[in-house]
């Protein structure tokens, strides 16, 4: 939410004081600033040498990889901070491990679970999947992980669960980021049912065969290849089956910029810029944006019958 009105029904605990307000908008429109520099090519941190490279299976994008320096120096994760090398440069004292997810809602195996326990009777796979950011720059990162529905599966959601909503660990004392109230505190996001249970919604637990460095989501996050990168939750520590469409954060933060299905589609434009073309990591010339981020093909059928412009 971008703006909190004080009324009867809000707690004054809950309405915004005016400099974080502020603060606020300096840091949606540094987003924006973000997409620009991208947009006319100014940001420039990785070579395109990198080869493409044959995935032991599911693989997704024959585009050539990015270099894992950029994967893991040119990040978004607000929890350590605004600038794209602050989360490799601050995230070096967290610790995700050991990691507890809790289960809740409308599940017939409700637990906190160790991490190790609840992942080790999936089979941890490579994906190659394109990451489509909002902010109109894109890369091609080998995943390790396995499929969502796998774990959803085995905590077993009743017919009451919809919607699936996860939360990011809240720990400040490790996340710099948190320290200050800029964003609202833990990131949440969310997906419908059916787009969680959706074979490529991937749970990743490492890239570039390696456990996933701390600023990628440490030790398991999301990544949700047909939709903007934010829904790609990072260091998940809560997975809720609820029944309504759960809030998200950058939906609170400013919800005529950013919807709840934020598919990647290059005829929606962002408000503040345009979501035709993107700048691949590492490549000088622009490239179109593809609808769904180029999983149509796999995807579209979800959506059919809904009003895009509408459902952004
Ligand atoms: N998850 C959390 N908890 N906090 C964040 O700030 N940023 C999102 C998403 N997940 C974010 C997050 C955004 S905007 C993007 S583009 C991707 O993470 C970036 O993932 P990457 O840094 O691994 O490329």
Partial sequence: MLIRRGGPDIPSSEI????????RREFIGRVGAGALAAAVGGVSIASDNASAQTAPGGRQSSDPLTPLESVTRYNNFYEFGFDKEDPYRNSGGFVPRPWTVVV????NKPAAYDLEDLIRPFTVEERIYRLRCVEAWSMVIPWRGFPLRDLINRVEPTSRARFVAFETIFRPAEMSGQRSRVMDWPYVE??????????????A???Y?????????APLRLVV????????IKSIVK?????SQPPTTWNRMAPEEYGFYANVNPEVDHPRWSQARERRIGELLRRPTLMYNGYGDQVASLYRG???VRNY
Avoid at 209 to 217: C, F, M, S, T, Y
Avoid at 225 to 232: A, E, R, V
């Fill in 239 to 243: 997975i809720s089956f609820v029944e």
């Fill in 16 to 23: 915004t004081r005016e400099e974080d307000y502020l603060n």
């Fill in 225 to 232: 290849p047909w939709k903007y990168g934010f829904k790609s």
């Fill in 190 to 203: 969310g997906l419908r049912m059916d787009e969680a249970m959706h074979p490529l919604t991937l749970i």
């Fill in 205 to 207: 637990t490492g890239l």
């Fill in 104 to 107: 809740e809602g409308h599940v």
């Fill in 306 to 308: 809904m009003n895009l």
């Fill in 209 to 217: 065969n390696q456990n996933l460095p701390n600023q990628n989501g």
